[in-house]
């Protein structure tokens, strides 16, 4: 899930004091990962229950004997959150700081969802792998949704960038409207991007603490994407010579939100 201290060419609410937001990202994707992986490896974990661990899914055979599917999701898992901590680094431009609710929610969030996801898919706790087509359908469905949403990063990046600036359209405050790509369908493709990469993980997994986390993130990316897209076409209204906001474009899903 986006941090909403990333500037994306949009309004933003301003916060005069709080935390370091490149501190509490990098710390927050970090320990997601730390998090993840001691679930895993954590031994003599108390029996949990299913559903809370184990697969809604499962395999009767063959491919559920698999143990390095496990591994497969775990580079799945570190590699998304690694992303997001070197975007932190080398990508994001934070224009002001996180708030205290922010910078203490974030961590508590992604770190209680890493132990969960990391717990519920431990065989010896009683996952069982899902069917091998949905297994590498979601994987491939997961590598094209972080493929999308380091791109849609990059051009936000791109857009804030003193060189290109001079080609686009450019208000008092400095926003400027995306195009290129999926932003001539949706206000927040990176948005999108990142909800195709937990559906693929859903799939490829069948784990009901990564569906929960599919929905917390598919109901947060809309709330943040619908106010991301109203704060555009209020922006750029096309009044007093500026830009009018592309009408057709929609928020967060191409041709239907």
Not at 142 to 152: I, P, T
Not at 168 to 192: A, D, I, R
Not at 201 to 210: D, E, G, K, P
Request: aromatic content about 16%; hydrophobic content about 45%; overall charge neutral.
């Amino acid at each position: 899930m986006a941090s909403e201290t990333e500037t994306s060419g949009s309004p933003a609410p301003q916060v005069s004091t709080g935390f370091n937001p490149v501190l509490i990202n990098s710390v927050t994707y970090l320990g997601t990962i730390v998090v993840y992986l001691l679930a895993v490896y954590l031994r003599d974990f108390p029996e949990v229950p299913f559903p809370v661990v184990g697969c809604l899914l499962a395999s009767d055979g063959g491919f559920s004997e698999w143990t390095s599917a496990g591994y497969v999701l775990m580079a799945l898992w570190c590699f998304h959150f690694m992303r997001r901590f070197v975007e932190v680094l080398f990508v994001h431009e934070y224009k002001r700081k996180m708030s205290c609710v922010e910078s203490f929610g974030a961590p508590t969030y992604y770190w209680v969802f890493g132990f969960w996801v990391g717990l519920s898919l431990r065989p010896d706790l009683g996952y069982v792998n899902t069917y091998l087509p949905l297994f590498v359908i979601g994987s491939m469905v997961f590598l094209v949704g972080e493929v999308g949403n380091g791109v849609s990063h990059l051009q936000l990046r791109n857009l804030r960038s003193s060189k290109n600036n001079h080609l686009l359209y450019q208000t008092k405050s400095q926003h400027v409207v995306p195009h290129g790509l999926m932003f001539e369908l949706v206000s927040c493709p990176h948005y999108f991007f990142e909800i195709i990469s937990w559906l693929g993980f859903s799939l490829a997994t069948w784990a009901l603490s990564v569906i929960v986390f599919l929905g917390a993130t598919v109901v947060t990316l809309c709330f943040y994407g619908y106010q991301k897209h109203k704060a555009y076409r209020a922006e750029f209204d096309g009044a007093e010579g500026r830009e009018l906001y592309p009408p057709n474009r929609k928020a967060l899903i191409p041709f239907v939100f």
